[in-house]
């Protein structure tokens, strides 16, 4: 399995990631402005933005700030000027890197993410260095116990998915991104709840990472996920859940 699905769903359950609401709704904000800029407002002909809204709402966010937001990005409000910026790089044993940000300036952005890389025995890359080594997709992540294997992969498929497969104690459903809201409504729809569901970046190809090379990749995967700037940390290595779950507790 990917080490994008091994710690996207430990991240999930120990909620690693933005711990703290504020952390949450910052960037949920910045996502659903930036979506809303390049889409339009409308989220029925907008995909990424209904995406963001989706999101928004499971985290219990006001709807309030999401109107907001939404009109922040189509120009109707004022705010600052956002931008995306991806970045590549490589981090300890040869693992590949991607790192999506949203800022107000790339100047700040930048040396700040090639510190952390060097920090933590990584360096950045050349655009389009790492990235042709993964594919986007729709992402959804299910508890095994929640639904037999066979039925949940009937119901996916049937909705539009690509893939079902069990790592561990999830079922992680794979489909193409504009798939991904049928796939997503097909579950609730039979009340499936679901620990994780987004557009990812998933590796078509891991590397392995064993001992203090795996301490060192999840620390640099720790550290740019802190930033501030940062939306998303996409990684391609191949640890064992038990060396996770060891370095988170």
Same mark, same amino acid.
């Given at each position: 399995?990917?080490?994008?699905?091994?710690?996207?769903? @430990?991240?999930?359950?120990?909620?690693?990631? +933005?711990?703290?609401?504020?952390?949450?709704?910052?960037? $949920?904000?910045?996502?659903?402005?930036?979506?809303?800029?390049?889409?339009?407002?409308?989220?029925?002909?907008?995909?990424?933005l209904r995406t963001a809204i989706?999101?928004?709402?499971?985290?219990?966010?006001?709807?309030?700030?999401?109107?907001? #937001?939404?009109?922040?990005?189509?120009?109707? $409000?004022?705010?600052?000027?956002?931008?995306?910026?991806?970045?590549?790089?490589?981090?300890?044993?040869?693992?590949?890197?991607?790192?999506?940000?949203?800022?107000?300036?790339?100047?700040?952005?930048?040396?700040? @993410?090639?510190?952390?890389?060097?920090?933590?025995?990584?360096?950045?890359?050349?655009?389009?260095?790492?990235?042709?080594?993964?594919?986007?997709?729709?992402?959804?992540?299910?508890?095994?116990?929640?639904?037999?294997?066979?039925?949940?992969?009937?119901?996916?498929?049937?909705?539009?998915?690509?893939?079902?497969?069990?790592?561990?104690? !999830?079922?992680?459903?794979?489909?193409?991104?504009?798939?991904?809201?049928?796939?997503?409504?097909?579950?609730?729809?039979? !009340?499936?709840?679901? !620990?994780?569901?987004?557009? #990812?970046? @998933?590796?078509?190809?891991?590397?392995?990472?064993?001992?203090?090379?795996?301490?060192?990749?999840?620390?640099?995967v720790e550290a740019l996920e802190?930033?501030?700037?940062?939306?998303?940390?996409?990684?391609?290595?191949?640890? +064992?859940?038990?060396?996770?779950?060891?370095?988170?507790?």
């Amino acid at each position: 399995m990917s080490g994008h699905s091994k710690w996207s769903t @430990i991240k999930h359950k120990k909620g690693a990631l +933005d711990a703290k609401r504020g952390r949450i709704f910052t960037r $949920l904000i910045r996502e659903i402005t930036i979506a809303a800029r390049a889409g339009g407002g409308d989220p029925t002909g907008n995909a990424r933005l209904r995406t963001a809204i989706t999101a928004a709402k499971d985290a219990n966010m006001p709807s309030d700030n999401i109107t907001r #937001a939404i009109k922040k990005g189509t120009g109707e $409000l004022e705010g600052v000027q956002i931008e995306e910026v991806s970045y590549e790089g490589y981090g300890p044993g040869g693992v590949a890197v991607i790192v999506e940000t949203v800022t107000d300036n790339r100047n700040r952005t930048l040396p700040e @993410i090639r510190h952390i890389f060097s920090k933590h025995g990584g360096n950045l890359a050349a655009s389009n260095a790492v990235s042709w080594m993964f594919e986007k997709k729709g992402y959804i992540v299910v508890e095994s116990g929640a639904m037999a294997e066979d039925k949940l992969m009937e119901i996916a498929i049937e909705a539009g998915a690509e893939d079902l497969r069990q790592d561990g104690g !999830s079922f992680e459903i794979f489909a193409a991104p504009e798939n991904l809201d049928s796939v997503r409504d097909a579950l609730k729809s039979r !009340s499936v709840e679901m !620990s994780a569901s987004e557009v #990812a970046m @998933i590796p078509k190809n891991t590397v392995r990472a064993e001992g203090q090379v795996a301490r060192r990749v999840l620390s640099l995967v720790e550290a740019l996920e802190e930033h501030d700037d940062v939306q998303h940390v996409w990684a391609n290595f191949d640890i +064992d859940d038990n060396e996770i779950e060891s370095t988170r507790s």
